[in-house]
């Protein structure tokens, strides 16, 4: 798998060091951070800053593994040769994720690694008097949002974690850390985002030069979603609320993955690649998304090694209404080599022509405006009913991929046609895992996988080359709702970092 992750070094709890623009955290001490006098001034933040932008690039690279691949909607084309994968990423598709996994040990550790960085410069910030200068509040709410995000998305995977709102500055502070409750993660989240809400210009504020940083329209929607989550419609419904009116759907859905077209109206945040070039800051999904040895067919380049990951499921190709156009945007069932017709389904949304082998110039959606209406669809439905509005925000989505308005629903039926929409408009954004995590008890989505899973079993999306299923795989169990702590983590916190149950 190809790694995006610019190169950090990292000791115990990940307590880090970054460079942007040259060595400007010197490590004295192996047991302390010092950063000397830098965030004195605007562009010593700004570089800091842009420095974090870049740790999310690596973040954003994996997170199909933990957001897709776990789920129904995606699967592998497995190498028959080279078994290397079978305990790191294949796992996440079987279900027999160990707490050893190298995946689940590199997540953690970039997602804290970027959260020490994040807090540092906050707490600089502070220290140094800048707010109220400068763009200093702006990239404040950058910050804030990007703590947000990542403990959002942490508190998903781990239930409770590790909540840390200050720089650590020493390896022994980071040994008695205790894992933080959930209720009192998302407070943090819901803080950060109200706050960053508050700081951040609408994006239609940024000068050319600063497009596709963070505006208010992601803090806001980010906060809506937590909101969601929580069950509390009411304000995830007036947060949404303050989105309206800045972004608008895109009339064709394969124009919203163009990097032709980047940061567009329908953006609300992408993270940011530059391609056709040798700067380190391309993307590569299309290799990864591309099925194994298909020699180039779909990515052009035929020396480039394509991943054979995050594969369309049958169960998600057999999800598409007829006539709905975001099937022929977002994958395709296989392709023609020599005149022979493979049938290997991989996903088109991020393949794109490009100038260099293996540096394609395709950004990521993180949040975009069609998610914000399936989201107030949805809140309204679990607050008052299918109201009109609830259907003219669902409708409007299905209008735009080709599809027929709903009506008539009672609001069980509703719900399950918003999931629906957003199984379909959503694939392979890393929303799945998330959302079935919202739509279904932990019974009902132990029950939902392990159907999916025996299909599987049964008739594989992708042909096995002959490699045997193994006893335990697609054996989906409730305690693994909840990804396992990393044992790297456990046995450098000596004690004082619990694993989750039954790993």
């Known amino acids: 798998m190809k790694k995006y992750l610019r190169t950090y070094f990292v000791f115990t709890m990940s307590i880090v060091s970054f460079s942007c623009t040259g060595d400007f955290l010197e490590i004295d001490d192996p047991n302390s951070v010092i950063v000397g006098n830098f965030y004195s001034n605007e562009t010593e933040v700004e570089q800091a800053l842009n420095g974090i932008y870049g740790q999310l690039q690596g973040i954003i690279g994996g997170q199909f593994v933990f957001n897709e691949l776990i789920t129904d909607n995606t699967t592998i084309h497995l190498n028959a040769q080279d078994r290397g994968q079978v305990d790191r990423i294949e796992a996440f598709e079987t279900w027999t994720i160990a707490s050893a996994n190298v995946n689940i040990d590199q997540m953690y550790s970039g997602y804290y690694n970027s959260l020490h960085n994040i807090n540092t410069t ?20 950058e910050l804030l949002f990007l703590r ?27 040994r008695t850390l205790t894992r933080s409750s959930e209720e009192d993660t998302y407070n943090q989240v819901i803080a950060d985002l109200t706050e960053a809400s508050a700081l951040l210009p609408e994006k239609q504020a940024y000068p050319g030069s600063d497009i596709g940083r963070v505006p208010k329209g992601a803090a806001l929607t980010l906060l809506g979603k937590v909101f969601l989550t929580l069950g509390r419609y009411g304000e995830a419904i007036t947060e949404l609320d303050k989105v309206l009116g800045n972004y608008s759907l895109l009339p064709g859905y394969e124009d919203i993955f163009d990097p032709n077209n980047k940061n567009h109206a329908e953006s609300i945040f992408e993270v940011q690649f530059l391609g056709g ?36 499921t049958n169960d998600l190709i057999n999800d598409y209404e007829p006539g709905d ?9 296989g392709y023609t080599d020599n005149g022979t017709f493979v049938n290997i389904p991989y996903i088109i949304k991020y393949t794109h022509e490009h100038a260099l082998p293996g540096r394609t110039d395709t950004n990521w959606p993180v949040l975009r405006y069609a998610d914000v209406l399936l989201m107030l669809a949805e809140a309204i439905n679990e607050q008052s009913g299918p109201t009109g509005q609830a259907y003219a925000y669902l409708n409007e989505v299905r209008n735009r991929a080709g599809l027929s308005s709903l009506s008539g629903l009672n609001t069980a039926s509703f719900r399950e046609a918003v ?46 080359s002959g490699v045997p299923f193994g006893g335990n ?24 970092l619990r694993q989750n149950p039954e790993y």
């Open 419 to 464: 999931f629906h929409e957003r199984r379909i408009e959503l694939a392979f954004e890393n929303h799945r895992w998330f959302d079935v995590r919202r739509q279904y008890s932990n019974a009902e989505l132990v029950s939902l996988f392990n159907r999916h899973g025996q299909d599987e079993l049964e008739s594989p999306t992708i042909d096995r």
């Open 122 to 141: 906050l707490a600089r910030i502070k220290e140094s008097g800048l707010q109220g200068t400068g763009k200093i509040d702006q990239y404040t709410g």
């Open 277 to 312: 070039n040798n700067l380190g800051e391309h993307s590569g999904f299309a290799y990864t998304f591309a099925p194994l040895f298909s020699n180039g067919i779909i990515t052009g380049f035929p020396a480039v090694a394509t991943g054979g990951f995050n594969m369309p």
């Open 473 to 496: 795989d697609y054996d989906f169990q409730e305690y693994e709702i909840l990804f396992p702590i990393p044992d790297s983590q456990i046995s450098l916190q000596r004690g004082s």
């Open 148 to 174: 947000a995000y990542y403990y959002y998305n942490l508190v998903h995977y781990f239930g409770p974690v590790i909540l840390l709102t200050e720089p650590l500055e020493s390896v022994g502070g980071s």
């Open 325 to 333: 156009l975001r099937k022929d945007a977002s994958l395709r069932e």
